[in-house]
């Protein structure tokens, strides 16, 4: 089983949708969790960080289920800006000392006007 | 907003030479990392860095592979004899917490071309 599984995607929406992605990780001792967006040919982005009681960025929600070692993002009233490669990451080392991310292989969003 | 920056954005080399790739992390920052990424592949870990020292390294990162912090600002890779499957986006990363919580801010990439 991969380490980080994602949404293959694409998702294609129209502007103002709402849109969720899914991801599950495999390591139970997973410290924390993140998402990032990724634009063509650039850096990964740091979108949130996901907390264990769920948390909410303006548009963004991210929730973590622990039990089912599963993450998920909510976009809100998608904007064109939206469009990017959304990354899930899983820092897998314990703490305190962890710094071992992984990536899931992300999914592509596109908002169509 | 400070950033992470890095040089050159791009570099072409022949299979065999060594190359640098050059980090500037965020200037309070602590924990220093590299990534890299194949094109149209996901992200993958090489290492990560502390206190003068690695910290972490993942199978990716094998001899041909070394990480220095020759001053206090600059946070180099390098790949002593280049092969074209190393042939990637490398990205940079840093973070200034210790404990849970490693938010991590990258930089813009070298993208290394092996010929």
């Known amino acids: 089983r991969k380490e980080v599984e994602q949404d293959p995607g694409p998702f294609n929406v129209p502007e103002g949708a709402t849109v969720a992605f899914n991801c599950t990780y495999s390591?139970?001792?997973?410290?924390?969790f993140f998402w990032y967006r990724q634009d063509c040919r650039k850096e990964p982005k740091l979108l949130m960080s996901?907390?264990?009681s769920g948390n909410e960025d303006g548009r963004f929600t991210a929730q973590l289920n622990r039990a089912s070692q599963y993450i998920s993002l909510l976009i809100r009233d998608s904007k064109l800006s939206d469009s990017a490669t959304y990354l899930c990451?899983?820092?897998?080392?314990?703490?305190?000392?962890?710094?071992?991310?992984?990536f899931g292989p992300g999914t592509r969003l596109s908002v169509l006007p | 907003e400070p950033e992470v920056t890095q040089t050159p954005s791009h570099q072409v080399t022949q299979m065999g030479q060594e190359v640098i790739l050059r980090c500037v992390p965020i200037?309070?920052?602590?924990?220093f990392y590299w990534y890299r990424q194949i094109l149209g592949q996901k992200v993958e870990f090489l290492v990560s860095?502390?206190?003068?020292?690695?910290?972490?390294k993942s199978e990716i990162f094998d001899d041909q592979f070394s990480v220095e912090r020759p001053d206090g600002s600059n946070f180099t890779l390098k790949i002593r004899s280049t092969k074209l499957e190393d042939s990637a986006m490398y990205f940079c990363?840093?973070?200034?917490?210790?404990?849970?919580?490693?938010?991590?801010?990258f930089g813009p990439g070298t993208r290394l071309t092996v010929t």
């Open positions: 390591n139970s001792a997973s410290q924390s």
């Open positions: 990451v899983v820092n897998i080392t314990p703490a305190p000392y962890g710094q071992n991310f992984v």
């Open positions: 990363a840093s973070s200034r917490l210790a404990g849970s919580s490693y938010e991590q801010y």
């Open positions: 200037s309070n920052h602590l924990y």
């Open positions: 996901v907390y264990s």
């Open positions: 860095f502390y206190n003068n020292e690695i910290s972490e």
